[in-house]
């Protein structure tokens, strides 16, 4: 039996051997070895794995999507562009966007219509005498892809509007995307669909890690009879190019108006005339995101008055009236299972978390990176602790970029540290990364053709393609996720449990709250917050808080406590 250290070495050589046979393989230079004994390295490697699956590596580093086919659709030119939005990450930069407005409308009041930012896909949907003629992506937003076909299967999209109200020419932009319950029929059915599968002996297909992977992939199906399966919605939330419309004076007479058309547009919207009143919208829906059917990941501020609009106009990217509030990243508290340690391609140790699946920003998390192995000495995570997993990458969410890490790790041949951060950055998963055309991932900022080739490359061979869907059958998350510490949800509030609870053990449950900032204590007095009672309480403790008017709440008020610091 070869000692633990011996089989780390080899793993570790394997690994680096592949890799740079590899590179051979797919380099200028010619293969050094020949194909079987290519596969006997693999085979070696794998066996080792299965004798030792804590040295698979990509379990946690990777969760692979299969490669899901991609397609080219013909280019559309936006007659009207579909620029983004500048973004406001906080109340002060929502502020300063303000004053920029004031400055450049000088003692004007102002309106500000408050939408709903919605994760989809944006669309820009055009009608001529009332058809139908064509649906587009937004592409770099002056060039765009054709997708008409398949937006036509989409219910809420009406395929002719009514002759009476008809224009000559209608443009309507909006958000498509996938309803949290229908992404998860859609999962459901495809996981069903891969156990049927694997019964079978067959590769199982990949199966998109949240809505907004799941809208798109389903919007850039090559068939449209496959996008028609699919529960698409859409938001309409703005008009692009038009030709004997009515004469609009303010946005939101143009929402009233695709709503007349038939268009399904968001019933969140509000008019008011402050800041402070966008502020209290965007706290609002920070807080209740969790409450709607599909996902969000902002609030957009629009100036409502088109004639002030048409003074303030557009920098060189983004229109002057309107603004993106992002949120910040979502957080979601969950168990720490174990913790694991994966040694990468280059013999470094990476720590990863495994974890009680949990929602995060549409995705179900089951495994996490933990940074390295100093993070987790100085975060003193533990199994069996309450963590907090944030989806990383979206917002500063983070220097530490597991996708990014990921792309190294994989050796592309080309694809540094710099470009896998970027890519990781514009794309968000590997799903995505994965379905990309050789164009879109060169036009992104420091990528470039001779990586974007590498990449593409890499992804298409049928070696990678079943690596990573051998690894997909794990159902790791390729996202971008983190374990972050505890939020100090509990700062200064002494809790004290007494009776067994179901999902933690009596340490782990005083450790949830001392992680949280919290003081867990013996016994109730009149400083204690709240008593948790779980089966068999302590009637001393239970006597005592009825007395001091101490809460008692149950394991799901303390779930809730530990996250929100709030009582039930
Ligand atoms: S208006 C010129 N309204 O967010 C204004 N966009 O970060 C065009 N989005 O590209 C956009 N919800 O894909 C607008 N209620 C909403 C939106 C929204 C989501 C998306 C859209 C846009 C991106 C900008």
């Known amino acids: 039996m070869p000692t633990a250290k011996k089989v780390v070495a080899r793993v570790t050589e394997l690994r680096e051997l592949i890799a740079y046979h590899n590179d051979r393989y797919f380099g200028a230079d010619e293969p050094e070895i020949s194909d079987a004994e290519f596969d006997e390295l693999v085979a070696e490697l794998r066996r080792l794995e299965t004798a030792h699956p804590e040295l698979v590596v990509q379990k946690s580093l990777l969760d692979a999507p299969g490669a899901p086919s991609t397609t080219t659709f013909a280019p559309v030119t936006h007659r009207l562009p579909m620029t983004s939005l500048d973004n406001a990450m906080d109340a002060d930069e929502l502020r300063a966007w303000g004053e920029r407005v004031a400055k450049g409308l000088p003692g004007e009041a102002v309106k500000y219509v408050c939408e709903l930012k919605i994760d989809g896909l944006a669309l820009s949907i055009r009608y001529e005498d009332g058809e139908l003629v064509l649906g587009a992506t937004r592409g770099d937003g002056k060039t765009g892809e054709d997708v008409t076909g398949n937006v036509r299967t989409i219910a809420e999209v009406p395929a002719r509007l009514s002759a009476r109200n008809a224009p000559r020419a209608l443009e309507v932009r909006g958000e498509v995307y996938m309803s949290k319950p229908a992404f998860e029929r859609f999962r459901m059915q495809k996981m069903q669909e891969n156990e049927a599968r694997i019964a079978q002996d067959k590769k199982p297909m990949p199966i998109p890690a949240n809505p907004r992977n799941a809208g798109a992939g389903s919007l850039r199906q090559k068939d449209p009879a496959v996008t028609a399966t699919r529960e698409l919605s859409l938001w309409a939330y703005q008009l692009g190019d038009v030709d004997g419309t009515p004469a609009f004076t303010s946005h939101h007479e143009t929402l009233d108006y695709l709503r007349e058309l038939g268009f399904p547009v968001n019933p969140e919207v509000r008019i008011v005339d402050s800041l402070d009143r966008v502020l ?180 298409a061979d049928k070696r990678h393609k079943s690596m990573v869907n051998k690894l997909r059958k794990g159902g790791v998350q390729f996202d971008n996720v983190v374990v972050v510490d ?51 309480p302590g009637a001393a403790k239970v006597k005592k808080a009825v007395e001091l008017g101490v809460p008692q709440i149950d394991e799901q008020g303390f779930k809730r406590l530990l996250e929100t610091g709030e009582l039930p």
């Open 280 to 459: 209290e919208f965007c706290a609002h829906w920070q807080q209740h995101r969790n409450d709607l059917p599909y996902i969000i990941d902002g609030v957009v501020v629009k100036v409502d008055d088109l004639a002030q609009r048409e003074r303030l106009g557009f920098t060189a990217k983004a229109p002057r009236w309107a603004v993106a509030v992002k949120f910040p990243p979502e957080e979601r508290t969950t168990l720490l299972r174990d913790i694991k340690v994966s040694i990468g391609r280059t013999g470094r140790a990476t720590p990863f978390a495994e974890l009680e699946p949990v929602v995060v920003a549409g995705s179900t998390v089951s495994m996490a990176t933990l940074h390295n192995r100093e993070q987790v000495q100085l975060k003193d995570v533990r199994p069996g602790d309450t963590v907090v997993v944030r989806k990383a990458g979206d917002v500063d969410a983070s220097r530490q970029r597991p996708l990014e890490k990921l792309l190294v790790a994989l050796g592309i041949k080309h694809l540094g540290p710099a470009a896998a951060e970027s890519l990781a950055r514009r794309f968000g998963s590997l799903d995505a990364i994965v379905a990309a055309t050789v164009d879109d991932l060169a036009a992104v900022d420091g990528v470039g053709a001779v990586i974007a080739e590498s990449a593409h490359r890499w992804f």
């Open 486 to 536: 505890a939020p100090q949800t509990l700062a200064g509030k002494t809790v004290v449990v007494t009776g067994t609870l179901t999902g933690f053990g009596r340490e782990e449950a005083q450790r949830a709250v001392k992680d949280r900032g919290g003081k867990s204590a013996g016994s109730v007095s009149a400083k204690t917050f709240a008593l948790v009672v779980g089966a068999e």
